[in-house]
């Protein structure tokens, strides 16, 4: 099993910047993909994005492509998400999962492990 743990979270404004961290710890080897996911009140999990160990190839969501950026550092198992010109839609708990078969993968249920969560707002 593989435990994760987010931090960074917070509130900001429009058009402000955050950087989101999770660290892996315990059977780090058996993974291979990191992603981050988010889920708004009343709203299912979303897939935002996601990262290869191995290359470092990423995948995003329409929604935070060209605002977001994931990154990775192997020698810490942490996962970053940089995210840039905030929206008040991209208010959500932010939560990043691990995943350990080969290949990029948008469906929640893909992943095997999930952090605790952390919290986004953004107001206008």
């Known amino acids: 099993q593989v435990q994760l743990v987010e931090s960074g979270g917070g509130l900001v404004q429009a058009g402000g910047s955050l950087r989101l961290s999770c660290t892996a710890s315990?059977?780090?080897?058996?993974?291979?993909?990191m992603g981050w996911f988010r889920q708004a009140p009343g709203k299912e999990r979303e897939f935002a994005a996601a990262?290869?160990?191995?290359?470092?190839?990423?995948s995003y969501a329409d929604s935070v492509k060209g605002r977001f950026a994931i990154t990775a550092d192997n020698a810490k198992n942490t996962v970053y998400l940089q995210m840039n010109s905030l929206k008040p839609e991209d208010t959500a708990v932010y939560y990043c999962?691990?995943?350990?078969?080969?290949?990029?993968?948008?469906?929640?249920?893909?992943?095997?492990?999930w952090g605790q969560g952390t919290q986004v707002t953004v107001s206008s």
């Open positions: 990262i290869t160990r191995s290359r470092g190839s990423t």
């Open positions: 315990g059977r780090t080897y058996s993974v291979n993909v």
């Open positions: 999962a691990a995943r350990a078969p080969y290949g990029i993968m948008w469906s929640a249920q893909a992943y095997n492990d």
